[in-house]
Protein backbone atom coordinates (compact mmCIF):
# COMPACT_ATOMS: atom_id res chain seq x y z
CA UNK A 1 0.00 0.00 0.00
CA UNK A 2 1.04 3.36 -0.63
CA UNK A 3 0.81 6.61 0.91
CA UNK A 4 -2.31 7.27 -1.19
CA UNK A 5 -3.97 4.30 -0.19
CA UNK A 6 -2.92 4.89 3.24
CA UNK A 7 -4.73 8.22 3.35
CA UNK A 8 -7.83 6.65 2.73
CA UNK A 9 -7.58 3.77 4.84
CA UNK A 10 -6.80 6.10 7.86
CA UNK A 11 -9.46 8.21 6.73
CA UNK A 12 -12.26 5.31 6.35
CA UNK A 13 -10.59 4.06 9.97
CA UNK A 14 -11.48 7.41 11.65
CA UNK A 15 -15.17 6.99 10.18
CA UNK A 16 -16.02 3.56 11.26
CA UNK A 17 -14.46 4.35 14.19
CA UNK A 18 -16.65 7.48 15.00
CA UNK A 19 -20.15 5.48 14.00
CA UNK A 20 -18.75 2.59 16.69
CA UNK A 21 -18.27 5.35 19.16
CA UNK A 22 -21.55 6.77 18.79
CA UNK A 23 -22.89 3.09 19.18
CA UNK A 24 -21.09 2.43 22.43
CA UNK A 25 -23.63 2.99 25.03
CA UNK A 26 -22.24 1.57 28.41
CA UNK A 27 -18.01 1.76 29.51
CA UNK A 28 -17.86 -2.05 28.78
CA UNK A 29 -18.77 -1.30 25.02
CA UNK A 30 -16.62 1.45 25.16
CA UNK A 31 -13.55 -0.63 25.81
CA UNK A 32 -14.57 -3.34 23.28
CA UNK A 33 -14.38 -0.14 20.79
CA UNK A 34 -10.45 0.62 22.45
CA UNK A 35 -9.40 -3.51 21.73
CA UNK A 36 -11.30 -2.94 18.55
CA UNK A 37 -9.33 -0.13 17.06
CA UNK A 38 -6.23 0.13 19.40
CA UNK A 39 -5.52 -3.61 20.35
CA UNK A 40 -2.94 -5.61 19.47
CA UNK A 41 -4.88 -7.36 16.54
CA UNK A 42 -6.41 -3.75 15.14
CA UNK A 43 -6.13 -2.51 12.09
CA UNK A 44 -4.02 0.58 12.58
CA UNK A 45 -1.14 -2.28 14.25
CA UNK A 46 -1.31 -3.86 11.27
CA UNK A 47 -0.61 -1.03 9.52
CA UNK A 48 2.16 -0.04 11.88
CA UNK A 49 3.83 -3.47 10.45
CA UNK A 50 3.49 -2.82 7.11
CA UNK A 51 5.24 0.62 7.34
CA UNK A 52 8.85 -1.56 7.43
CA UNK A 53 7.41 -2.56 3.59
CA UNK A 54 7.40 0.47 2.41
CA UNK A 55 9.60 2.80 0.53
CA UNK A 56 12.35 4.47 2.83
CA UNK A 57 11.14 7.88 1.42
CA UNK A 58 7.06 7.10 2.54
CA UNK A 59 7.94 6.26 5.93
CA UNK A 60 8.28 8.85 7.90
CA UNK A 61 5.00 10.49 6.41
CA UNK A 62 3.06 7.61 7.01
CA UNK A 63 4.29 6.78 10.78
CA UNK A 64 2.89 10.36 11.43
CA UNK A 65 -0.14 9.48 9.98
CA UNK A 66 -0.87 6.53 12.04
CA UNK A 67 0.55 7.98 15.15
CA UNK A 68 -2.29 11.06 14.37
CA UNK A 69 -4.81 8.52 13.61
CA UNK A 70 -3.95 6.43 17.38
CA UNK A 71 -4.11 10.33 18.67
CA UNK A 72 -7.64 10.98 17.63
CA UNK A 73 -9.06 7.46 17.85
CA UNK A 74 -7.82 7.65 21.56
CA UNK A 75 -9.08 11.33 22.27
CA UNK A 76 -12.03 10.19 20.73
CA UNK A 77 -12.40 7.37 22.91
CA UNK A 78 -11.68 9.19 25.98
CA UNK A 79 -14.38 12.01 25.62
CA UNK A 80 -17.04 9.42 24.53
CA UNK A 81 -15.93 7.51 27.83
CA UNK A 82 -16.72 10.46 29.79
CA UNK A 83 -20.31 10.99 28.50
CA UNK A 84 -20.84 7.82 29.47
CA UNK A 85 -19.54 7.77 32.77
CA UNK A 86 -22.26 10.97 33.15
CA UNK A 87 -24.93 9.31 31.90
CA UNK A 88 -24.12 6.22 33.91
CA UNK A 89 -24.22 8.45 37.28
CA UNK A 90 -27.30 10.26 36.21
CA UNK A 91 -29.17 7.37 35.23
CA UNK A 92 -27.62 5.32 39.06
CA UNK A 93 -28.98 8.97 40.86
CA UNK A 94 -32.54 8.48 39.31
CA UNK A 95 -32.65 4.78 39.97
CA UNK A 96 -31.41 4.89 43.79
CA UNK A 97 -33.56 7.78 44.73
CA UNK A 98 -34.88 7.67 47.76
CA UNK A 99 -38.42 9.47 48.95
CA UNK A 100 -37.06 11.21 51.99
CA UNK A 101 -40.12 12.41 52.76
CA UNK A 102 -41.67 9.19 53.62
CA UNK A 103 -42.23 8.67 57.47
CA UNK A 104 -39.75 6.24 59.47
CA UNK A 105 -40.25 2.94 60.91
CA UNK A 106 -40.28 4.07 64.50
CA UNK A 107 -38.17 0.86 66.31
CA UNK A 108 -39.79 -0.64 69.40
CA UNK A 109 -38.12 -0.20 72.60
CA UNK A 110 -40.29 -1.30 75.09
CA UNK A 111 -41.30 -0.08 77.99
CA UNK A 112 -41.26 -0.84 81.82
CA UNK A 113 -43.74 -3.04 83.38
CA UNK A 114 -46.06 -0.71 85.95
CA UNK A 115 -45.10 -2.88 88.88
CA UNK A 116 -41.42 -2.13 88.35
CA UNK A 117 -42.19 1.65 87.58
CA UNK A 118 -44.01 1.78 91.03
CA UNK A 119 -41.30 -0.19 92.61
CA UNK A 120 -39.07 2.76 91.29
CA UNK A 121 -41.36 5.61 92.05
CA UNK A 122 -42.16 4.18 95.97
CA UNK A 123 -38.54 3.27 96.58
CA UNK A 124 -37.20 6.78 95.18
CA UNK A 125 -39.82 9.02 97.88
CA UNK A 126 -37.93 6.65 100.62
CA UNK A 127 -34.34 7.23 99.38
CA UNK A 128 -35.14 10.81 99.69
CA UNK A 129 -35.97 9.84 103.70
CA UNK A 130 -32.28 7.94 103.79
CA UNK A 131 -33.79 4.58 103.94
CA UNK A 132 -30.96 2.26 101.59
CA UNK A 133 -32.67 -0.58 99.31
CA UNK A 134 -31.84 -3.74 100.35
CA UNK A 135 -33.14 -7.51 98.67
CA UNK A 136 -33.25 -10.65 100.04
CA UNK A 137 -33.85 -14.40 99.14
CA UNK A 138 -37.26 -15.40 97.75
CA UNK A 139 -36.67 -19.16 99.17
CA UNK A 140 -36.19 -18.66 103.09
CA UNK A 141 -36.33 -20.66 106.07
CA UNK A 142 -38.82 -20.97 108.08
CA UNK A 143 -36.77 -19.27 111.06
CA UNK A 144 -36.51 -16.06 108.95
CA UNK A 145 -39.95 -16.22 107.60
CA UNK A 146 -41.79 -17.06 110.89
CA UNK A 147 -39.99 -17.97 113.64
CA UNK A 148 -37.41 -14.76 114.34
CA UNK A 149 -40.78 -12.27 113.97
CA UNK A 150 -42.31 -13.69 117.02
CA UNK A 151 -44.47 -16.39 115.16
CA UNK A 152 -43.36 -19.52 116.37
CA UNK A 153 -44.96 -22.69 115.18
CA UNK A 154 -48.69 -23.38 115.38
CA UNK A 155 -49.19 -19.65 116.05
CA UNK A 156 -52.54 -18.47 114.18
CA UNK A 157 -50.77 -16.02 112.02
CA UNK A 158 -49.55 -18.89 110.28
CA UNK A 159 -52.57 -19.59 108.70
CA UNK A 160 -52.97 -16.19 106.86
CA UNK A 161 -49.74 -17.00 105.11
CA UNK A 162 -49.81 -20.34 103.93
CA UNK A 163 -47.41 -21.12 101.28
CA UNK A 164 -45.30 -23.76 99.03
CA UNK A 165 -42.20 -25.89 101.35
CA UNK A 166 -39.50 -26.87 99.79
CA UNK A 167 -37.73 -29.69 100.52
CA UNK A 168 -33.79 -28.50 101.04
CA UNK A 169 -32.18 -31.89 102.41
CA UNK A 170 -34.47 -31.18 106.26
CA UNK A 171 -34.26 -27.46 106.94
CA UNK A 172 -37.24 -26.13 106.15
CA UNK A 173 -37.28 -23.93 103.55
CA UNK A 174 -40.22 -22.00 101.90
CA UNK A 175 -41.31 -19.42 99.43
CA UNK A 176 -41.89 -16.33 101.48
CA UNK A 177 -44.99 -14.83 102.80
CA UNK A 178 -43.48 -11.70 103.18
CA UNK A 179 -40.50 -9.04 102.76
CA UNK A 180 -40.00 -8.96 106.53
CA UNK A 181 -38.02 -11.83 107.09
CA UNK A 182 -35.39 -9.30 105.64
CA UNK A 183 -35.99 -7.07 108.88
CA UNK A 184 -33.80 -10.43 111.05
CA UNK A 185 -31.62 -11.29 108.26
CA UNK A 186 -30.41 -7.09 108.05
CA UNK A 187 -30.66 -6.81 111.65
CA UNK A 188 -27.81 -9.61 112.12
CA UNK A 189 -25.52 -8.00 109.71
CA UNK A 190 -26.37 -4.41 110.91
CA UNK A 191 -26.35 -2.16 114.11
CA UNK A 192 -28.77 0.67 114.51
CA UNK A 193 -28.96 3.43 113.85
CA UNK A 194 -30.78 1.56 110.57
CA UNK A 195 -33.09 2.54 107.66
CA UNK A 196 -34.06 0.45 104.92
CA UNK A 197 -36.90 -0.43 102.65
CA UNK A 198 -36.94 -4.03 101.00
CA UNK A 199 -38.56 -4.49 97.63
CA UNK A 200 -39.41 -8.16 96.20
CA UNK A 201 -41.40 -10.59 95.38
CA UNK A 202 -43.60 -12.98 97.98
CA UNK A 203 -45.87 -16.14 97.85
CA UNK A 204 -49.44 -16.68 99.36
CA UNK A 205 -52.24 -18.91 98.68
CA UNK A 206 -54.86 -16.55 97.24
CA UNK A 207 -56.06 -16.13 93.57
CA UNK A 208 -59.08 -13.64 92.94
CA UNK A 209 -59.55 -10.60 91.14
CA UNK A 210 -57.53 -8.66 94.10
CA UNK A 211 -54.93 -11.80 95.40
CA UNK A 212 -52.27 -13.09 93.11
CA UNK A 213 -50.29 -15.78 94.61
CA UNK A 214 -47.50 -14.48 93.58
CA UNK A 215 -47.40 -10.76 94.40
CA UNK A 216 -44.92 -7.76 95.54
CA UNK A 217 -44.20 -5.87 98.52
CA UNK A 218 -42.37 -3.22 99.74
CA UNK A 219 -41.01 -3.47 103.91
CA UNK A 220 -39.39 -0.97 106.01
CA UNK A 221 -37.80 -1.11 108.89
CA UNK A 222 -36.27 1.84 110.95
CA UNK A 223 -33.93 1.48 114.05
CA UNK A 224 -32.08 3.27 116.34
CA UNK A 225 -32.55 5.47 119.72
CA UNK A 226 -35.66 7.19 120.26
CA UNK A 227 -37.33 5.69 117.65
CA UNK A 228 -41.87 6.56 117.78
CA UNK A 229 -44.46 6.04 116.37
CA UNK A 230 -44.98 9.56 115.61
CA UNK A 231 -42.11 8.98 113.10
CA UNK A 232 -43.62 6.07 111.60
CA UNK A 233 -46.90 8.21 111.06
CA UNK A 234 -44.74 11.02 109.85
CA UNK A 235 -43.11 9.02 107.36
CA UNK A 236 -46.10 7.07 105.99
CA UNK A 237 -48.03 10.70 105.65
CA UNK A 238 -45.50 11.65 103.47
CA UNK A 239 -44.76 9.00 101.66
CA UNK A 240 -49.05 9.09 100.69
CA UNK A 241 -48.50 12.33 100.14
CA UNK A 242 -45.66 12.06 97.37
CA UNK A 243 -47.32 9.08 96.06
CA UNK A 244 -51.25 9.96 95.54
CA UNK A 245 -50.86 13.84 96.28
CA UNK A 246 -50.83 16.37 98.64
CA UNK A 247 -54.52 16.45 100.21
CA UNK A 248 -54.22 12.25 100.94
CA UNK A 249 -54.63 12.08 104.30
CA UNK A 250 -53.83 8.46 106.44
CA UNK A 251 -55.65 7.25 109.22
CA UNK A 252 -54.27 4.20 112.00
CA UNK A 253 -56.44 1.18 112.42
CA UNK A 254 -55.34 -0.76 115.50
CA UNK A 255 -54.21 -4.04 114.59
CA UNK A 256 -52.07 -7.06 114.83
CA UNK A 257 -49.19 -8.61 113.71
CA UNK A 258 -47.22 -10.68 115.63
CA UNK A 259 -43.68 -9.02 115.37
CA UNK A 260 -44.99 -5.49 115.91
CA UNK A 261 -46.51 -3.91 119.19
CA UNK A 262 -48.99 -1.95 118.94
CA UNK A 263 -49.52 -2.94 115.01
CA UNK A 264 -51.97 -0.65 112.76
CA UNK A 265 -53.47 -1.51 109.28
CA UNK A 266 -52.83 1.90 107.71
CA UNK A 267 -55.56 3.78 105.48
CA UNK A 268 -54.69 6.36 102.95
CA UNK A 269 -57.39 8.60 102.07
CA UNK A 270 -59.11 7.82 98.47
CA UNK A 271 -57.64 9.40 95.37
CA UNK A 272 -60.43 8.57 93.34
CA UNK A 273 -63.68 10.86 95.11
CA UNK A 274 -64.58 13.02 97.59
CA UNK A 275 -65.92 10.05 99.83
CA UNK A 276 -68.19 9.68 97.22
CA UNK A 277 -70.90 6.81 97.58
CA UNK A 278 -70.47 5.43 94.28
CA UNK A 279 -67.03 5.69 94.20
CA UNK A 280 -65.72 1.71 92.99
CA UNK A 281 -62.33 1.99 94.26
CA UNK A 282 -63.04 2.86 98.02
CA UNK A 283 -66.66 1.61 97.95
CA UNK A 284 -68.27 4.85 99.36
CA UNK A 285 -66.02 4.60 102.67
CA UNK A 286 -63.11 7.29 101.40
CA UNK A 287 -60.59 5.24 102.58
CA UNK A 288 -58.07 2.71 101.21
CA UNK A 289 -56.34 -0.40 102.60
CA UNK A 290 -53.02 0.17 101.75
CA UNK A 291 -50.55 -1.60 104.34
CA UNK A 292 -49.43 -2.94 108.12
CA UNK A 293 -47.45 -1.17 110.07
CA UNK A 294 -46.59 -0.93 114.05
CA UNK A 295 -43.46 -0.83 116.59
CA UNK A 296 -40.96 -3.60 115.74
CA UNK A 297 -42.22 -6.12 119.17
CA UNK A 298 -38.96 -6.52 122.12
CA UNK A 299 -39.17 -10.16 120.89
CA UNK A 300 -37.52 -9.60 117.08
CA UNK A 301 -34.58 -7.80 118.84
CA UNK A 302 -34.12 -10.38 121.39
CA UNK A 303 -33.83 -12.54 117.90
CA UNK A 304 -31.52 -10.28 116.81
CA UNK A 305 -29.61 -9.59 120.13
CA UNK A 306 -30.65 -5.92 120.05
CA UNK A 307 -31.35 -4.15 123.47
CA UNK A 308 -34.77 -3.34 123.32
CA UNK A 309 -34.37 -0.93 126.71
CA UNK A 310 -32.12 1.32 124.00
CA UNK A 311 -33.83 1.24 120.95
CA UNK A 312 -36.98 1.03 119.49
CA UNK A 313 -38.03 0.67 115.92
CA UNK A 314 -41.10 1.02 113.52
CA UNK A 315 -41.61 -1.05 109.84
CA UNK A 316 -43.93 -1.60 107.75
CA UNK A 317 -45.34 -3.63 104.61
CA UNK A 318 -47.40 -2.64 101.28
CA UNK A 319 -48.48 -4.48 98.23
CA UNK A 320 -46.87 -2.76 94.96
CA UNK A 321 -49.21 -4.42 93.00
CA UNK A 322 -51.87 -2.73 95.28
CA UNK A 323 -50.17 0.38 94.77
CA UNK A 324 -49.30 0.50 91.25
CA UNK A 325 -53.68 -0.72 90.70
CA UNK A 326 -54.81 2.15 92.54
CA UNK A 327 -52.22 4.85 90.90
CA UNK A 328 -52.88 3.76 87.14
CA UNK A 329 -56.55 2.83 88.11
CA UNK A 330 -56.03 -1.36 87.34
CA UNK A 331 -59.20 -2.93 88.44
CA UNK A 332 -58.15 -6.46 88.42
CA UNK A 333 -54.93 -7.94 89.66
CA UNK A 334 -54.12 -10.59 87.35
CA UNK A 335 -54.01 -8.28 84.08
CA UNK A 336 -50.67 -7.42 85.53
CA UNK A 337 -49.22 -10.96 85.00
CA UNK A 338 -50.57 -12.47 81.67
CA UNK A 339 -48.30 -10.18 79.75
CA UNK A 340 -51.03 -9.10 76.93
CA UNK A 341 -49.55 -6.60 75.06
CA UNK A 342 -52.45 -4.36 74.43
CA UNK A 343 -52.27 -3.80 78.15
CA UNK A 344 -48.46 -3.35 78.73
CA UNK A 345 -48.17 -0.90 75.86
CA UNK A 346 -50.43 1.29 77.99
CA UNK A 347 -47.36 2.10 79.95
N1 LIG B 1 -45.40 -8.50 106.77
C1 LIG B 1 -46.75 -8.03 106.94
C2 LIG B 1 -47.64 -8.70 105.89
O1 LIG B 1 -47.13 -9.08 104.87
C3 LIG B 1 -46.86 -6.54 106.82
C4 LIG B 1 -46.13 -5.82 107.90
C5 LIG B 1 -44.80 -5.49 107.74
C6 LIG B 1 -46.78 -5.49 109.08
C7 LIG B 1 -44.13 -4.82 108.75
C8 LIG B 1 -46.11 -4.82 110.07
C9 LIG B 1 -44.82 -4.48 109.92
O2 LIG B 1 -48.82 -8.84 106.08
Redesign the pocket.
Known sequence: MNKIGMNERVEALKAEAAAALEKAETTQQLEDVRVRFLGKKSELAKLRKGIGALDKAERPAVGKLLTELQRSLAGGIETRLEEIGRQERARQLQNETIDITLPGRAPSFGSEHPISQTARRMIDIFQSLGFETVEGPEIDTEYYNFDALNTPAHHPARDMHDTFYIDCGGKPYLLR????PMQVRYMEQHRPPLRIVVPGR?YRRDADPTHSPMFH?L?GLAVGEGVRFSDLKGVLALFAQEMFGAETRVRFRPSY?P??EP?AEVDFSCSFCDRDESCRVCKGTGWLEI????MVDPEVFKAVEYDAERYTGF???MGIDRIAMLKYGIPDVRILFQNDMRFLTQF
Request: glycine share 16%.
Open positions: THCSVQEFFTSLGAGAFG
